[in-house]
């Protein structure tokens, strides 16, 4: 069974960085990509960035020049490197997964930017 674990939430003051990991219990290339997603409170659930298994990375426009999406293969691990944080990146993020076998969810970790 696939599981996503994410660690590195926690508060940071505005124009901080934070830095997400998301550890696979199963090889990170045998995804077809691996993932961000965030939700806000009251709001729905976003789409921030993904790495494809060949190395290609894709951002959301909030998120571009911002943060950076990184994978280490020999621990199965994801990063989400975010700086110059700002309020409105308060959410909770989610690690996301996929291949033939469907999508896959970690619990999420919360990422709080306020002074």
């Known amino acids: 069974q696939v599981q996503l674990v994410e660690s590195g939430g926690g508060w940071v003051q505005p124009g901080g960085s934070l830095r997400l990991s998301c550890a696979a219990s199963v090889s990170s290339v045998s995804f077809d990509y691996m993932g961000w997603y965030r939700q806000a409170p009251g709001k729905q659930r976003e789409f921030v960035a993904r790495i494809l298994r060949a190395g290609l990375t894709l951002y959301a426009n909030h998120a571009e020049g911002r943060f950076t999406i990184a994978r280490e293969s020999a621990e199965n691990t994801v990063y989400l490197e975010m700086s110059n944080l700002k309020p409105e990146d308060t959410a909770a993020y989610y690690c996301?997964?996929?291949?033939?076998?469907?999508?896959?969810w970690g619990q999420g970790t919360q990422v709080t930017v306020s002074s």
């Open positions: 996301h997964a996929a291949n033939v076998g469907g999508n896959y």
